[in-house]
Every structure is written in C-alpha cells, then in structure tokens.
C-alpha cells in the first residue's frame, strides 16, 4: 500500500496568515492526490483533486501543487472558517490511502 | 442537489453484524462508483471499500476483507455494507461517499466529491 504522510501535524495561525501543508507520498503517484477538509462532526469536503483543480464552489484562496512524491496545500489567506483538519489522499492505487491530517487552530 | 443519507448504525456486541445503508438522491446513482470510508473517534480517516457503478468490481481494505460486504440496488439509490464478526476496532463513523472521475492531461484521476453525514458504529460488550 502507498503510505502518505502530512506535516505539520497541526499548526497554529492567525486570521490572514498563509497557510502551507505538505503531503509526501511513499512512492511516485503522479498527480494522483486530493485534499480534502474536515470541520468537528461533520463530514470531509473536498477541496482539490487531481493535485491542483480547485473543486467548484470552493474559494480560490485554496491551491494546490505537486507531482511525483511531494505535494502542497496552501490558504493564501487563512479565514475564520478555515480551521479544520485537512487530508490528503492517493488515488493511484487501491487502497485509495489518506494522510494522517493536519489541524489547523486558531493561534 | 446531491444528497447521501447513512443509516443502520448502532451499539453492537463484539462478534455481531450491522447492516449499514446509503441513501442516494440528486444524481444518477447508477452512473456513480461508491465508497465506504470511516473514520474512528479522534482518529482520521480510513477508506474501507468500493464498488462499482455496475457492482461488478468491489475491493475491501485488509482490515475488513472476508468480514464486511458491499453491495448495492440501482433501482432503489441505496449502498450498503454488511458488516460481521465486528470487533472493537471497528468502532468509527462510517461514511458514504461518491466517486468522480477528473482528468489531468488527458489521464482520468478519481476522487470523493460527495459524502453523507456519517453512522456511528460501536463495537462494545
């Protein structure tokens, strides 16, 4: 199975700020690589796929980047509804495996 | 507008079954691949199984494989997943969720687009 890891593992950050997460397959996976975000109780929303195409609806304050192994989700300007935790997930392969996630609070 | 609805979750002893089910609404449900992921308390999330639009290729994570059962009824919308011999382990929400296809450069990239509001499954004597 492909292993995926996210740092930080969370991080705090003021209204405004940039934000960055880092997603790192254990092998090559090409473009094969969502993001997704998770609010307390609710379900994940998808945010982007295919590595960088933002999902319709979502704000283009969100972007993605990578290829390969190393992967990057960033909020150009962190908003109050923007913290949440935040998943990466391969979809190279079966089992479409997730990354561990990165909480992202209020500094 | 898209909807899936879980249900079916519950409190069960270690070694019983649950049948747990996905109501779909919005879209061609026939047309869609789906998945189960769950998601145990605090922990993040796992994808458990896939079926195919037609149910003619189904996969199982390893943590479930010969114990859970997907399936699914076109006619009726529904998903659903047959879970025995449970195990405290498989404590978790179990979601829903629709897969769609994408394309970078011409090669088709799936992802979860849609996913219901989760069942809580627990597993304790």
């Not at chain 1, 379900?43 to 290829?67: D, E, N, T």
Request: glycine share 10%.
């Amino acid at each position: 199975d492909i292993q995926m890891t996210q740092s930080p593992s969370s991080l705090s950050a003021s209204v405004g700020d940039r934000v960055t997460i880092t997603c790192r397959a254990s092998q090559s996976i090409s473009s094969y690589l969502n993001w997704y975000q998770q609010k307390p109780g609710k379900a994940p929303k998808l945010l982007i796929y295919a590595a960088s195409s933002l999902q319709s609806g979502v704000p283009s304050r969100f972007s993605g980047s990578g290829s390969g192994t190393d992967f990057t989700l960033t909020i150009s300007s962190l908003q109050p509804e923007d913290f949440a935790t935040y998943y990466c997930q391969q979809s190279y392969s079966t089992p479409g495996t997730f990354g561990p996630g990165t909480k992202v609070d209020i500094k | 507008e898209v909807q899936l609805v879980e249900s079916g979750g519950g409190l069960v002893q270690p070694g019983g079954s649950l049948r747990l089910s996905c109501a779909a609404s919005g879209f061609t449900f026939s047309s869609y691949e789906m998945n189960w992921v769950r998601q145990a308390p605090g922990k993040g999330l796992e994808w458990v199984s896939y079926i195919s639009s037609s149910g003619s290729t189904i996969y199982y994570a390893d943590s479930v494989k010969g114990r859970f059962t997907i399936s699914r009824d076109n006619a009726k919308n529904s998903l659903y997943l047959q879970m025995n011999s449970l195990r405290a382990e498989d404590t978790a929400v179990y979601y829903c969720a629709r897969e769609s296809t994408g394309y970078s450069y011409g090669s088709p990239l799936n992802y979860f687009d849609y996913w219901g509001q989760g069942t809580l499954v627990t597993v304790s004597s």
